[in-house]
């Protein structure tokens, strides 16, 4: 890759700004304190195994299933929280049993995902994004009087239901990714019948979460006023197609929303007509009349079932998954940003190693030997960090390409089975719709 440097006398005659530097990275820590150093990670990870790499008690490939049910509430008051059972099935070696359950709160899911993200997402992995937050509801759950953690005693609320369903899915696709299922922190939230540590920093007000808030606010200034110079057009055509599917998402998310909602008003409109069909063939004298308006008060009623059914099938298939989607392209986006951040500490240490070659030129001019020794060391420390700047950035690329291939090839067959479990859904309701209409036509065709 040609180097990007440019020295301060260039920058200025071009007018360019030097681009801006993030809190969280040390650029200038010594070669020596390896532990701390920022660009150790991108030499140190391998990079994604693929699928059939990840190592198995069995001949076979590998599996995992996951799934997650029974929400209880434990505890009373403001200090109660909901656990799910999270069960497992798997033939991957790192685990120890090949089928086990733990019990696992809301925040434990939040803590697991901001680990992912905090180890990886400069590696250019994408980390499934973890469901959202839910004040309202959970103070509902909190302020109820649910029974505690007693078998059977689940909690049936329609947002309950929606975030146990959104977690299943969210550790299901940590899991089919092939180098996250063996993370050791996943492997432990899994495995472990342990409590875990608390993960206080999920708190939407905690004084953590005012920071992250800060924090976004700061990244996305630095997305809008920095505009990176891409040398790969791979990266320019792909975020182009990121920015325009995750729009018409948004938009086709909108679409199916106000669908759930007109089938659901269309449902209970339906019941109305029912009761009042019912009603009308109790005073109606006419016998043949009013056996058919009862007829039809019955098959009103299965309807109003039916596009019930048909309202969740829009919400639980359909609109569930684009939401998730929407989620993911948002952590892709994620991704290509933090190569942006990573290009820019590689701009930053070529222009200090530009400034400490310049320094050096001027001593050797001046023939201040005592300090040659000493901007000789500078030059070659900075020369170190640039080729491990380089080579982060190299690394991150190559990666962001392997998970976007792997992120495609997932998505097409997700797609696919949910537009097909989709399809079926509504057609099995409409030919239910159409046998309950066919069995009350010889009824009113014997109205004398």
Known sequence: MENNGTSEEQQQETGQQPPPLFDNVDITSPDDENENDIFESAIQEPLSPVLEDVPTDEAGDAFIEISVSDPQKVGDGMGSYLAYKVSTKTNILKFKKRQFFTMRRFSDFLGLHDLLVSKYLRLGRIIPPAPEKNII?????????????????????????????????????????????????????????????????TAALSGAGVMRLFNKVGETVNKITYKMDETDPWFNDKINEVENIDAHMQKLHSAIKALVTHRRELATLTGGVAKSAALLSTCEEHTGLSQALSQLADVEEKVELLRSEQANGDLYILCETIKDYIGLFGAIKDVFHERVKVFQNWQHAQMQLTKKRENKAKLELQERRDKLDFAQKEVEEWEGKVQRCQKEFDNISSEIKKEMERFELARARDFKSTIIKYLEDQAAHQQQQMKYWEAIVPVAKEIA
């Open 137 to 201: 509801g959970t103070t509902k759950v909190k302020m109820g009087s649910q029974p505690h953690s007693d078998p059977g005693t689940g909690i049936n609320l329609e947002w309950v239901e929606n975030r146990r369903a959104s977690l299943e899915r969210f550790l299901n696709r940590v899991a089919q990714h092939p180098f996250l299922c063996q993370d050791t922190d996943f492997v432990n939230f899994l495995e472990s019948d342990q409590e875990l540590p608390r993960a206080v920093n």
